[in-house]
């Protein structure tokens, strides 16, 4: 059974003004998603600055999330590091905190190799007994699993259940799809290609989109598992601009700046990320009306 269908948002994490973590105003964000129909919380990705989070905050921010939501829907923790240790200390974190799965990116800036990756993910997967998303990201990251290693891990590790796709490839969607069958839960990690990848069998999208929109976001999917698929597909279509704004600088630069628009107040990005630029804004802000979200 997948740990949840639908649209789940790739949460940001929102700062005070000295940029340390608000946390009332994470409760506040929570709570909306919930209101909004997302079907899961993914706390401490990319969206969440992960990368910029001290190890005791990253603990600290997986814990309250969970505990905030109190199993109303699945809450995945973002455990992956560079550092296969680490990555297992987070994740052992996690599952004694109560959440129902971890989110493992592949290691960035090693450049593993794929025997380096299956080492990796099994150390982890090994160390806990709640499921594992795997989160491939090239783009990010510098390394990608390929399909035949994905589907070594599903075969070879029990709780190894759901693969986070980000690659935009759909050939490597479909090539995933095909050599792991119904022994891999695939979540789009592009929310430009979430109908595409339903359609071949993903179980719904990871989504920076949802943050500003998770009634559209949730809708759309839900459209589509429902096979309503001429909505959702139409859905997917007028929601390209606003994705493309979202991501026309570096995430999460441009979703925390859609939430300020809509008066969310979730502060600003801890470095090396800076402020949008103001010809960027300006994309946005239109796409974001134009969505009737501001």
Excluded: W
């Amino acid at each position: 059974m997948a740990i949840f269908e639908g649209a789940g948002v790739a949460l940001v994490t929102p700062m005070n003004d000295d940029l340390t973590v608000n946390y009332s105003k994470l409760e506040q964000l929570l709570e909306e998603q919930i209101a909004g129909g997302t079907d899961a919380i993914i706390i401490c990705g990319t969206t969440g600055e992960s990368a910029t989070l001290s190890e005791e905050e990253h603990a600290n921010v997986i814990r309250f999330a969970i505990e905030k939501v109190n199993h109303r829907i699945p809450v995945v923790a973002g455990t992956g590091s560079n550092c296969t240790a680490t990555a297992v200390k987070l994740s052992k974190e996690a599952a004694e905190a109560g959440a129902e799965a971890v989110l493992v990116v592949t290691p960035y800036y090693n450049k593993a190799t794929q025997n380096g990756l299956i080492a990796h993910y099994k150390e982890i997967a090994n160390a806990i007994d709640i499921p594992v998303i795997l989160y491939n990201v090239p783009s990010r990251t510098g390394v990608g699993m390929t399909p035949q290693t994905i589907a070594t891990l599903v075969n070879e590790v029990d709780n190894i259940v759901g693969v986070k796709e980000a690659s935009g490839n759909i050939s490597t969607v479909a090539q995933i799809l095909h050599l792991c069958g119904d022994k891999v839960d695939l979540y789009s990690g592009n929310d430009d290609q979430t109908i595409p990848m339903l359609s071949l069998g993903a179980k719904g999208v990871i989504s920076v989109l949802s943050n500003v929109a998770p009634k559209y976001t949730h809708d759309m999917v839900t459209s589509y598992l429902n096979g309503d698929t001429a909505k959702a597909a139409q859905m997917q279509l007028d929601a390209l601009p606003l994705i493309d704004a979202l991501f026309c600088e570096v995430n999460p630069i441009p979703v925390k700046a859609a939430l300020n628009m809509q008066g969310k107040e979730v502060g600003s990005l801890r470095a090396p990320l800076s402020e949008m630029e103001d010809g960027h804004k300006e994309v946005l802000r239109a796409a974001m009306k134009d969505m009737n979200l501001i």
